[in-house]
């Protein structure tokens, strides 16, 4: 999965995540209420709906890049759902891409 994401105008970013059973237009805004240092920098919502958040990173790569690390939500999924947000170098885009690695971990744990 790699869907796009434009920023959006009041900050953050916007746009439509697809996968075989997903297909939801999302916003991830700013987080404003932060009150530590690991709370989430931006709150992922569906609607008006909080449906999970996201951190920034930095990868590992060579060079290293900035990314956000977005957690997914749903009562009726086992785990959170792992994703990725890459920014363009411009800045006017960003690819949200699905991260398999996270997911067979995780399945592991459970």
Same mark, same amino acid.
């Given at each position: 999965?790699?869907?796009?994401?434009?920023?959006?105008?009041?900050?953050?970013?916007?746009?439509? %995540?697809?996968?075989?059973? %997903?297909?939801?237009?999302?916003?991830?805004?700013?987080?404003?209420?932060?009150?530590? =240092?690991?709370?989430?920098?931006? %709150?992922? /919502?569906?609607? !008006?709906?909080?449906?999970? =958040?996201?951190?920034?990173?930095?990868?590992?790569?060579?060079?290293?890049?900035?990314?956000?690390?977005?957690?997914?939500?749903?009562?009726? !999924?086992?785990?959170?759902?792992? /994703?990725?947000?890459?920014?363009?170098?411009?800045? /006017?885009?960003?690819? /949200?891409?699905?991260?398999?690695?996270?997911?067979? =971990?995780?399945?592991?744990?459970?």
């Amino acid at each position: 999965m790699a869907d796009v994401f434009k920023p959006a105008k009041r900050g953050g970013w916007e746009g439509r %995540i697809h996968t075989l059973t %997903i297909d939801r237009k999302v916003r991830l805004v700013p987080n404003d209420n932060r009150r530590s =240092e690991h709370a989430p920098e931006y %709150i992922v /919502l569906l609607g !008006w709906t909080r449906v999970g =958040e996201a951190w920034e990173a930095r990868s590992n790569g060579d060079p290293p890049r900035d990314y956000l690390r977005v957690q997914l939500r749903d009562p009726t !999924w086992s785990a959170p759902l792992k /994703l990725a947000l890459f920014p363009a170098p411009d800045g /006017l885009s960003a690819a /949200l891409v699905f991260n398999a690695m996270s997911q067979r =971990e995780g399945d592991r744990d459970g």
